[in-house]
Structures are given as structure tokens and as C-alpha cells.
């Protein structure tokens, strides 16, 4: 495929579509389609950093239904997860994760008309949640800050994220830390059982519970923190801590 200009700063380059584009669903049969694959993306990657709506998405990426649309049935048949699964486990062969492992979450702001869908999803023409369950409450809640919705993440300490979970913004941080281990599936590179089992865990005192400690405990995963996880103060522990600030630096480049 030829080269395609690289229309804004952000935009994939060649190396990156090189790494992405063996990823993708291979092309259907019959007439070409009118806009290539990777100026979609890079239109979906352009509405996705710029939180504008998507019928201001520029003409140079085609139009906004084509890169919704692109999106949205990706979303649905599960197509992003696979694609994110791969590039994880080509980081894994690599040699780029590192397998000690941080959590905690995030609350990131809910525009007022994200409260206007239908209470029961499976009611809509189009039900929400593709081929992954939707939330009862669409994971949308009320907090101090209004409405709100909860990002709930595992990343590894060159800033990549291992597991996403989404909760409403009101709902607490150690309920989801087992949730949020156990989605850790990277794949290898031979095929078989993904990785799954992180070298060690790193987390804050909100994650301090005793379920929290006997799950870590009964899957032998070594664990620090300031205070909790391994249920007393330990020096070694805040200053070990320290490697957490990858996640916390890992936040911005996500949203």
C-alpha cells in the first residue's frame, strides 16, 4: 500500500501502520472500499484525543458516519480488545513490559446527556455492549463531582495498561482490585495459556483489605505498599511504591 500523508501531528506514522496493520480484519470480498482503513483510524484516534463530537471529525479523514461506523463495529464484534491483546503480547515477546505491576483508578467527568439512555440496554435498537455485557448502570454514577465514571487500571512500569475495568464513579477502588488483576491475559508469542500472573503488585492503602491480601496470598503474588497490602507500615514498601508513579503517568496518555 502506498504511503498516505500524514495529515495532522498525531496521525499514525508508517512505522506504527507497519506494527498496527497485520492486526486488523483482512478486507471484505467485492468493490474496494472508497476510504482506506488507516486514515479511519487515525479519524477515530482524532475524535478519541480531541473529545469533540464525532460529526466534527475533519473531512480528511472522511466522513464522520464512515469513521463512526468503522468504530462502532469494531467495538461491537470485539475487534479492539484482539487488536490491543496482540499488540500486549508483540510488547511481552519484545521485551518491553515489565511485570510489576500497579494499580489504581481514575474518575474521569460525564457530559450530562451521557444520562439519557435507556435503563435497560437490551430495549435499545442497537444494544450497547457488543459482544462484552453491558453494566446495569451503564457505568455512570453520581459523585461530588456530578456524574461520573470510574476507570479502574493495571499498567505495567513503562506505562502500558494490562487491564481496564469500568465501574460507576462512585463505587470504591478495592472492591475491583481482584477484578482488575484477573483481567490480566497477555498472550505469547508460541501460542498456549496467556500470561497472566504478574511478578508483583504495587498499590496505595485503598487496596488494603484483608480479601485483598488473602487473594494475593493465595496466588503467591508478592506484593508492597505504603501501608496495607502487606498489612503493616513498611519503609521498604514507600519507597518501592515509588514505581507507581508509572501509572499515574500512564493516565494521561490514556484518556
Known amino acids: 500500500m502506498a504511503t498516505l500523508a500524514v495529515t495532522q501531528r498525531a496521525d499514525l506514522t508508517d512505522a506504527q501502520w507497519a506494527v498496527l496493520g497485520p492486526l486488523l480484519p483482512g478486507s471484505r470480498l467485492g468493490r474496494p472500499p472508497e476510504h482506506a482503513k488507516r486514515t479511519l483510524i487515525d479519524g477515530i484516534r482524532w475524535r478519541v484525543r480531541a473529545g469533540a463530537p464525532w460529526r466534527d471529525v475533519p473531512l480528511a479523514y472522511g466522513p464522520w458516519q464512515t469513521v463512526y461506523g468503522l468504530f462502532r463495529r469494531w467495538q461491537r464484534n470485539g475487534t479492539w480488545r484482539t487488536v490491543l491483546a496482540g499488540l500486549q503480547g508483540r510488547a511481552d515477546a519484545g521485551g518491553l513490559i515489565t511485570w510489576d ?68 464513579g462512585q463505587r470504591g477502588d ?82
Open 174 to 255: 478495592s472492591p475491583q482490585f481482584r477484578a482488575v488483576l484477573e483481567g490480566i491475559r497477555v498472550p505469547r508469542p508460541g501460542g498456549g495459556r496467556p500470561r497472566t500472573r504478574p511478578d508483583r503488585v504495587l498499590g496505595d492503602k485503598a487496596y488494603s483489605s484483608r480479601a485483598n491480601r488473602a487473594y494475593l496470598r493465595h496466588r503467591a503474588l508478592f506484593a508492597r505498599a505504603p501501608v496495607g497490602l502487606t498489612g503493616r507500615r513498611d519503609a521498604r514498601g514507600e519507597r518501592q511504591f515509588a514505581n507507581g508513579s508509572a501509572l499515574i503517568m500512564s493516565i494521561p496518555a490514556l484518556r
Open 101 to 168: 505491576v500497579s494499580v489504581d483508578s481514575t474518575v474521569a467527568r460525564a457530559h450530562q446527556h451521557a444520562a439519557g439512555a435507556r435503563r435497560r440496554g437490551d430495549l435499545q435498537a442497537e444494544p450497547p455492549g457488543g459482544n462484552q455485557a453491558e453494566p446495569a448502570d451503564h457505568a455512570l454514577g453520581r459523585s461530588r463531582g456530578g456524574l461520573t465514571t470510574k476507570v479502574h487500571l493495571a499498567c505495567e512500569q513503562r506505562q502500558k495498561p494490562l487491564s481496564i475495568v469500568i465501574t460507576a
